[in-house]
């Protein structure tokens, strides 16, 4: 039975489980940590800001001395210290008085506001307050961002630069996170050879072993490169016994249509597999295979895709299906989904309308609209050379046949 997209989808995200945080984690150092998954809620027993201190280069003064102040009438206070970022200050602040401060510095005891230097003027060692500011102005208080003991950063947020900078902050050097996904790659064809093979007629080089380790890279996924694979039956099945020792997720090109030497549904059940999808209403990449192996003492179950062969057909599946598995998998607990845009069209789109189909090319965002221009050339999923830069792939669902230029389109965003 052919599958919607959007039952497709479903099935799919039902069967994976996110990694457990007792047996699918690791302690690493936190600048090892970028693009990883946090495992476990972070804290620190630091407040930020650590001390009340000042936003401004200026002059930290009391309120009372200064709110009244105006060009005609400024108030005149004695500077009794200057404050530098990194100096811990030695007065207490008196009526009468002001201490000079800069961008950072600890706020002097007795001082609640600061005044920028812009609105002063100095004269040796006092300095004329010429505007009124407000009460506790350009003073950063201690705890007003982060209260220490607080959940600093939540489980199941991908670490980047900004938490990055958060974790140093805190001082927190060793974080637990999710381990990367193991995905074992596949590809099935006798006429399939590598890159650096010399082609003989009717043999392709296998172009898509090459691009699902990139994708899966890009995912944050760990890429078990396995080769190609001959189209029988018992020599898949070995192979993929092999893949099912090593990863997490199996994931195969070419095989799963209906030809006499596509044998993926063969081995899979061979191996006590259970088939969820065979086909989907989707172009291209009709013939794809979603199929789950049996926990076992030694590992949970595992998730196998069988993808089309032709390239454009690769990209649709993984992008649609299988890169939001590897993410949800990771431990990512929210945007895993597929992200989706409404955008111009800048040429007329066309389609059949009896499956789902997806037009590659690239999005790109002008005058604060977002705008989808269709790869030149023509559009098939053999086509390989076309998919060049390929960002984005606008939807046509099943039934819509024509969209003019200028008219708003559904569009998935894969980079």
């Not at 936190?30 to 009340?52: G, K, Y």
């Not at 050097?173 to 007629?201: C, F, H, K, M």
């Not at 890009?218 to 099945?237: C, F, N, Y």
């Not at 598995?325 to 007329?348: D, V, Y």
Request: charged content about 15%; hydrophobic content about 40%.
């Amino acid at each position: 039975m052919m599958l919607s997209v959007q039952d497709t989808q479903t099935t799919i995200f039902d069967l994976v489980q996110p990694f457990n945080t007792e047996e699918d984690t690791e302690v690493v150092d936190f600048l090892a940590a970028n693009s990883r998954i946090l495992a476990c809620p972070v804290t620190s027993q630091l407040d930020f800001p650590h001390w009340d201190n000042s936003a401004m280069d200026g002059y930290a003064v009391r309120y009372t001395d200064v709110q009244h102040a105006n060009p005609q009438q400024p108030a005149t206070l004695e500077i009794v210290e200057e404050i530098p970022a990194g100096y811990q200050p030695q007065f207490t602040i008196q009526s009468g008085q002001a201490a000079r401060i800069f961008t950072g510095a600890v706020m002097p005891k007795g001082a609640d506001t600061v005044v920028m230097q812009e609105q002063t003027r100095r004269k040796d060692n006092r300095v004329l307050i010429l505007v009124a500011p407000k009460q506790q102005e350009f003073v950063r208080h201690r705890g007003s961002y982060y209260r220490a003991g607080a959940e600093l950063l939540p489980a199941g947020i991908m670490l980047n630069a900004p938490e990055i900078a958060v974790l140093a902050a805190a001082q927190c050097s060793r974080v637990r996170v999710y381990r990367r996904p193991r995905v074992a790659i596949l590809s099935i064809g006798d006429e399939l050879v590598t890159a650096n093979s010399p082609l003989q007629p009717g043999q392709i080089v296998d172009s898509n072993q090459y691009a699902l380790t990139a994708l899966v890279r890009q995912s944050g996924a760990e890429a078990l490169m396995l080769g190609i694979i001959p189209d029988r039956v018992t020599v898949l099945t070995t192979a993929i016994a092999k893949a099912l020792s090593q990863a997490d997720i199996i994931v195969s090109s070419g095989g799963v249509s209906v030809g006499d030497y596509d044998c993926v549904e063969q081995a899979i059940q061979s191996l006590g597999g259970k088939i969820h999808v065979r086909t989907v209403a989707i172009k291209p990449g009709k013939p794809f295979t979603v199929a789950t192996f049996p926990q076992t003492q030694t590992s949970c179950s595992k998730l196998y895709f069988g993808l089309p062969g032709n390239p454009a057909a690769v990209l649709v599946t993984f992008w649609r299906f299988v890169q939001p598995a590897i993410a949800k998998l990771s431990g990512l607990s929210n945007g895993w989904k597929p992200k989706f845009a409404k955008a111009l069209t800048q040429s007329q789109l066309q389609a059949d309308g009896k499956r789902e189909t997806y037009i590659w090319g690239k999005l790109y965002l002008e005058d604060g609209e977002y705008k989808f221009q269709p790869a030149g050339g023509i559009q098939n999923s053999g086509n390989l050379i076309n998919l060049v830069q390929t960002n984005a792939f606008a939807v046509l669902q099943p039934g819509q046949t024509f969209i003019s230029v200028g008219e708003q389109v559904l569009v998935l965003q894969v980079s």
